[in-house]
């Protein structure tokens, strides 16, 4: 054994047999890969549409189905099926009786961290934002990730005023004030020891607002079932 | 000491014994601070009292029991540890609620002092280290400040202060903002009267620069502080912020809203001069100053912090062993070439 | 090193290759290895034991893969596969994460995909299974799996209590409980990290001391 062991230290580095296991391992690891990959990807898929679609309902209060629309490059909508390929969505929800409750729309920004990734509900109806959720952030836990879960600060999006003025731009911009200041239906409360992350979501909103509402309203009909 | 501190020690000459022991000076400095605790109960009333006594109440027992706990006898009968239970109790908002105080005098004594070895080892100033901790974890807390000079302070408690313990306080009283958030979130400056006098909210101790002043020169003039290094910190502080004032009024406070409000008069006179956790040459304080004063206004004009005195002091705190490195003095006898050796 | 290169290798079967990593050469608290994961996804109870048993998986696989691969893998390559091996076994276990579990694996985050540099795996490889048994390094990859385990639950239990007043999600306080917002954040972790080691070494410095006095009363020697 100790002979052996001596000769292998001594002997020089066989290329041949470097190679062979290299490859050999590499071979295994990337089928080993791939088999996983496989066997776990319709699950991921499905769960990562499950995730869209709650979130969808979430921001949308009485939704029972959705249907997904893609923005086209002259400033439209069309029906959109399949997965998604870089185009932008918007997800239009409908109640029991196929009613256009009102459409999600998805947003990004910078937040205190790292980009935030928020998906809300826009009611045609009332002129407002109607729910809002974080999809992803990675803001301080116990200070900035209250910008998910404090009650008093989602109350801010029930019915957030983004209603339209004559000229088709959004009448008041989305403003944020501190802690029980709100007066008007377009201010959004900032969460004490939150500053940050609540004026991320106010200047979130309002860019994505001022930038897809007017289009939304333009193209109504589109939606409607 | 002698207590603590059985290992031989060899010094060189001269040998000279200075009957000045660490009760003496500790004494001292507690006479030094009675006055700005004093005013601190002045202003914010009974919420201050009660909370000072808790701060330095839960210093010395932690002190107390860690000290029995590890099979030593109880240092708290030289007054160190009194001193820093009433300065760390000094450093925070006086609406604190008082189990907060008690969780931050444990982690001062010990994290800051007990595990480093006690007394004369400690490498941060550890009511500072109690504070940072407490800034750390209660965030909204340490930030929310009682007002100062409220109506019948005297006989009432603030409304948080008696939080059960592991509960969010709920405060009933208006808060106050302090002079730096006002001037950092709001560019609405405070009146140096005011200021020097301490007629603004803020933490217990820091608002009266007037007493903590006559503290501070008290014990320089009997020797017990090292005047160099709130003098060398003062002067950086006035000097940086009078040449970014000069550049940009409308951004940066002038020097006397600097050098006044927040926590720079209490953390210069009584905090960065706490004797063990400073270099110990002349040379070495100065630098140790300096180096305060550039973090503070650095924190203070660029951080998402209004104040940043503490951390400035505990990071200088962290750097004296190096700054004493640098700073050496020659070995007499020695070349100057020699010294590089070492 | 050089006296292993030459020692016979174990052949039985001891199963003290499996304790010894739950405590007397715990990963965490007596090697200190992959402090990374250790500090930094221990925020709550949950996300402790996700990581540590993601860690187990594939400490186990990778000791079990380079075992048996352990004469043939020539001497100037083997860091690179054992790299290759654990890489892959990161890999097959993100994708079972998101297929458990989005949210879980949202919480982990870049952790997982972190595995890989966790010194605790490489050297598991490199000082255990490139020289014993399958079966030896086996047990030795559970034992210390199951044993970094046992420490992230450790810190994970103590942050999420005091840092959210729960405890495996469960609510432990009435509502209103003011959570230390800095044991979520790293800096809890090292906090408690020390606590622990403190607790650890304390017990250790106790039971050297008892054992002493122990042996030392037993023999009758004063």
Sequence with gaps: MNQIDLKQLTAPPNSWHMLRTLAGVGIFCSLLIVATYQATLPVITTKKLEKLQEAVFNVLPGAASKANFRLTPDGRFEPFEGTPKGETLVYAGYDRQGKLVGIALEAYGQGFQDVLHIIYGYSPEKQAVVGIQVLESKETPGLGDKIEKDPAFLANFEALDVSLSGDGQIQNAITAVKKGEKQQPYEIECITGATISSKAITAILQKSTGEFIPMLMKNLATFEK | MSKINKTLEIRTSPHIVRGLSTDDIMRNVVWALLPVAGFAVYTFGLTALVMLSVATLSCVLSEHILCRLNGRESTIGDWSITITGLLYGLTLPPGL????????????????????????????????????????????????????FADGRFFSLDGATLTVPFMEPV??????????????FAQQPTAAYDLVFGFTSGSAGETSALFILAGGAYLAVRNMLNWRIPAAIFATVALLSGILHAIDPQHYAGPMFMLFSGGLMLGAVFMATDMVATPLTNRGVIIYGVLIAVLTVMIRYWGGLPEGVMYAILFANAASRHIDRLVQPRVYGTLKQAKRGS | MANDLFKMPETAVSTDEFIKGL?????????????????????????????????????????????????????????ATYILIIATFVTVVEYLIQAISLDLHKALGAFISLIVVNCVILGRAEAFASKNTLANSFLDGLGMGLGFTFALLCLGVVREILGSGTIFGIGLFPDGFQSWVVMILPGGGFFTMGAWLLFFNWLKERNKKREAALSESGTGVK
């Design chain 2, 97 to 148: 609620p008082l189990w907060m105080v008690a969780v931050g005098g444990f982690i001062a004594v010990g994290l800051g002092k007990f595990l480093f070895g006690g007394l004369g080892y400690n490498v941060f100033n550890p009511a500072l280290v109690g504070r940072a901790f407490l800034q750390a974890a209660f965030p909204v807390a340490m930030t929310t400040w009682h007002p100062a």
């Design chain 2, 171 to 184: 405060y009933t009283a208006v808060t106050g903002a302090t002079p730096l958030a006002a001037m950092k």
């Design chain 3, 23 to 79: 405590w007397r050469e715990n990963p965490v608290f007596v090697q200190v290895l992959g402090m990374c994961p250790v500090l930094a996804v221990t925020n709550s109870g949950i996300n402790a034991i996700a990581m540590g048993l993601a860690t187990t998986f594939v400490l186990v696989m990778s000791n079990i893969l380079v075992s048996s691969l352990r004469k043939v893998i020539p001497k100037q390559v083997r860091i």
